[in-house]
Structures are given as structure tokens and as C-alpha cells.
Nanobody, 124 residues
Framework: QVQLVESGGGLVQAGGSLRLSCTAS????????MGWFRQAPGKEREFVAA????????RYADSVKGRFTISRDNAKNTVYLQTNSLKPEDTAVYYC?????????????????WGQGTQVTVSS
């Protein structure tokens, strides 16, 4: 059974940092693009960042560009999201996702595997 398990969320003050991790089990995703999405209460799920299978290509939402960094360690079947300079508007449940293809895409419909999410709360 394929599972994506996120960790690293929590409560942090504005300006702080968190490092989110997502570890896959049940199969390897070393040949697949992976991404992070988030969903705040009452809002649609939105794209945050994505990374190609090799890590050589990344994309970010404009709202997080320059503050968040996505990376991956294929040997550990893990993808990371380093979040810096956090703002209250970053508060959301953050989801890890994997897709069958190797290239980066930003649409959540392109991702077939999802984690259960980890809560990030940024206080002002």
C-alpha cells in the first residue's frame, strides 16, 4: 500500500521557520515529480511548490517564492519543504503529493498520491 506521510508542522510565530518532510512508503517515487499543496479553512487547495524527479527543476507559487524551498532525497524517498519568514496567511494544512510523471506541474489534479496533511499555524 502506497503511503505519503507528512511531518514537521506546528505552531510558529510570524517570521519563524518550519521544515516539513514527506516520506513515501510502499513504492519508490524517485522517478516521479512531487509537490506540496496547502488548504486554509474555507479556501480551495492551492499549489505551493513542486520538484522534478531529479530535483533539477522546481516551481513555486508567487506567494511563497523566495521564502520556501522544496528539495528531495531520493535515497530516503523523502521530499522536504523549508518554510522561512512565515506569515499568518501561510496558515493551512500542508499536503504532500506525488504524480506518475517526472515533470513538474502545478495542478493538483495531476497528482494521484496524497498524504494526510500536516497543520501549519502562524501566529501574528
Amino acid at each position: 500500500q502506497v503511503q505519503l506521510v507528512e511531518s514537521g508542522g506546528g505552531l510558529v510565530q510570524a517570521g519563524g521557520s518550519l521544515r516539513l518532510s514527506c516520506t513515501a512508503s510502499g513504492r519508490t517515487f524517485s522517478n516521479n515529480a512531487m509537490g506540496w499543496f496547502r488548504q486554509a479553512p474555507g479556501k480551495e487547495r492551492e499549489f505551493v511548490a513542486a520538484i522534478s524527479w531529479s530535483g533539477g527543476s522546481t516551481r513555486y507559487a508567487d506567494s511563497v517564492k523566495g521564502r520556501f524551498t522544496i528539495s528531495r532525497d531520493n535515497a530516503k524517498n523523502t521530499v522536504y519543504l523549508q518554510t522561512n519568514s512565515l506569515k499568518p496567511e501561510d496558515t493551512a494544512v500542508y499536503y504532500c503529493a506525488a504524480r506518475s510523471g517526472a515533470v513538474v506541474v502545478t495542478s493538483h489534479s495531476a497528482y494521484g498520491y496524497w498524504g494526510q496533511g500536516t497543520q501549519v499555524t502562524v501566529s501574528s
